[in-house]
T-cell receptor, first 113, second 114 residues
Framework: GQQLNQSPQSMFIQEGEDVSMNCTSS?????WLWYKQDPGEGPVLLIA?????ELTSNGRLTAQFGITRKDSFLNISASIPSDVGIYFC?????????????FGSGTQLTVLP | ETGVTQSPTHLIKTRGQQVTLRCSSQ?????VSWYQQALGQGPQFIFQ???????GRGNFPPRFSGLQFPNYSSELNVNALELDDSALYLC?????????????FGSGTRLTVV
């Protein structure tokens, strides 16, 4: 099935550093979502974006909905150990009754002390 | 407010067998979606149930089927299990079919087919 192109696949950073990851698609999405998944858990919603060009923050997290509606990025500032996990982008289209989510393949983040 | 609960948490089945996974939606949510997450991949949409009927389906064969009950809980059934069916199966609930507000995911059922 289709998945979004998410990069980087993995990142190793020092505590306190900023992190950036992005997601691209060949098709347009009307909503972009960013999730975090910890081991043994389901994805937890971090940020939701509903308009092209929208920039939204949630604490140390900032995400943007690309103006072409085919991409999005997530920034994490001043990383801390609990930021460790897998981050997924997900796109949602307006068409279709289910409006299911299409996920990226994830970015594995490791924060070194 | 209770979240999404799934059972069992882990399951081992033999190729060719059938399996049923269960999901209780978050309080107030009437829509349930099922996703399959293979190791190292993002979740893939299987199908969605809204008002006890299938409301959309991803690229999965008919041996993947589901049910939704009047209390909005749901089951995912997989017949004739194959080795490639080994994955984490996630249930997500939302309010209304085609929610615009994201979904609340359960912790998943880890299925291993041997």
């Amino acid at each position: 099935g289709q998945q979004l192109n998410q990069s980087p696949q993995s990142m190793f950073i020092q505590e306190g550093e900023d992190v950036s990851m992005n997601c691209t698609s060949s098709s347009i999405f009307n909503t972009w979502l960013w999730y975090k998944q910890d081991p043994g858990e389901g994805p937890v919603l971090l940020i939701a974006l509903y308009k092209a060009g929208e920039l939204t923050s949630n604490g140390r997290l900032t995400a943007q909905f690309g103006i072409t509606r085919k991409d999005s990025f997530l920034n994490i500032s001043a990383s801390i150990p609990s930021d460790v996990g897998i981050y997924f982008c997900a796109g949602q289209k307006a068409a279709g009754s289910a409006r299911q989510l299409t996920f990226g393949s994830g970015t594995q983040l490791t924060v070194l002390p | 407010e209770t979240g999404v609960t799934q059972s069992p948490t882990h399951l081992i089945k033999t190729r060719g067998q059938q399996v049923t996974l269960r999901c209780s939606s978050q309080s107030g949510h009437n829509t349930v979606s099922w996703y399959q997450q293979a190791l190292g991949q993002g979740p893939q949409f299987i199908f969605q149930y809204y008002r006890e009927e299938e409301n959309g389906r991803g690229n999965f064969p008919p041996r993947f089927s589901g049910l939704q009950f009047p209390n909005y809980s749901s089951e995912l059934n997989v017949n004739a299990l194959e080795l490639d069916d080994s994955a984490l199966y996630l249930c997500a609930s939302s309010l209304g079919g085609g929610s615009n507000y994201g979904y609340t995911f359960g912790s998943g059922t880890r299925l291993t087919v041997v």
